[in-house]
């Protein structure tokens, strides 16, 4: 009947300094299901535990108590690069998810080759730099006639779009984009949430993205997800998102949350 279930947290609790005066509960019961194939948006105040969150599912660190999930498999006490093939990530920093000093071409070769596992071969045939071509050819971008530059010498667009190609192309599991365009001008932005999009219908992958932006979040995805204080305190699908607008979406907060917090940042990116 229901979707298989791709990622599920139960009641996960994430404490930082536990014990100690700076204690911070950044998750507080966080229960969570996303089946295969859904993209979800989640927006929040600043320091609701939308990065935290997606870290727990990543496995950065452990949690303090509950389960996470990976397509039925708990996963709850692997490490980071245990879970990795199973988790593509981009981060807002357009220089965290390429290597700066390497070509495009030496870039592509290391996470194609992650993929495939064939072997630690960094060499670059000339069939491999089709394949290349062609995987970039859809960025629209020109980096497909660039394959000999350097990742440092292209513009935040340009390396954001190669940082979800190269956090796509294993065909993970679940993808984590956490304010991924946050740092781009706004037209940049807008090609690389519409890059987004197209590449996670094409692939049918299950997204998590956080954005400060309310608009992109009831723009893109088919759920929306709503935290503060380390708790999901809206949880919206397609429907219900549809009729919503950006206001609507600012009442719901101050109803859920009881206090106003800063909507300037969530109507800026
Ligand atoms: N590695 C860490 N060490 C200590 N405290 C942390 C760490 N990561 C997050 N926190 C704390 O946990 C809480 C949640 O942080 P988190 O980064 O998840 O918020 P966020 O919703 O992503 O905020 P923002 O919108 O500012 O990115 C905050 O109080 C933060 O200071
Ligand atoms: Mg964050």
């Known amino acids: 009947m229901s979707q298989p279930t791709d990622l599920k947290l139960q009641a996960v609790r994430k404490l930082f300094y536990p014990g100690t005066a700076n204690e911070v509960v950044a998750l507080d019961g966080v229960d969570l299901e996303v089946p295969v194939g859904q993209f979800v948006s989640i927006i929040g105040s600043n320091g609701s535990g939308k990065s935290t969150l997606l870290n727990t599912v990543a496995g950065m660190y ?41 070509t495009i ?16 071969r960094l060499g670059v045939t000339n069939r491999r730099r089709a394949s290349m071509r062609a995987h970039l050819e859809p960025l629209k971008m020109g980096l497909e006639h660039r394959l000999k530059a350097q990742v440092n010498k292209l513009s935040g667009g340009q390396r954001q779009a190669m940082s979800l190609l190269m956090a796509t192309e294993s065909e993970p599991s ?36 956080v954005t400060h932006n309310m608009e992109l979040a009831l723009r893109y995805g088919d759920r929306l997800i709503m935290m503060h204080a380390g708790r999901i305190v809206l949880d919206l699908d397609q429907a219900q998102k549809q009729e919503l607008q950006v206001s609507d979406l600012i009442e719901k907060f101050h109803e859920v949350a009881g206090e106003a917090f800063a909507v300037d940042r969530l109507l800026l990116d």
Request: no cysteine; proline share 4%.
């Open 174 to 209: 679940i993808l984590l984009l956490d304010e991924h365009t946050a740092a781009l001008d706004p037209k940049v932005a807008a090609t690389i949430m519409d890059l987004t999009a197209k590449m996670v219908s094409e692939r049918g992958l299950t997204t998590l993205m």
């Open 62 to 102: 452990p949690v303090s108590s509950g389960k996470v999930l990976l397509g039925g498999v708990d996963v709850t006490r692997q490490r980071e690069y245990q879970r990795s093939r199973a988790i593509g990530r981009v981060f807002q920093d357009p220089t965290a998810g390429t290597a700066p000093s390497m």
């Open 105 to 120: 071409e030496e870039n592509l070769a290391i996470s194609f080759m992650r993929e495939r596992r064939s072997g630690l």
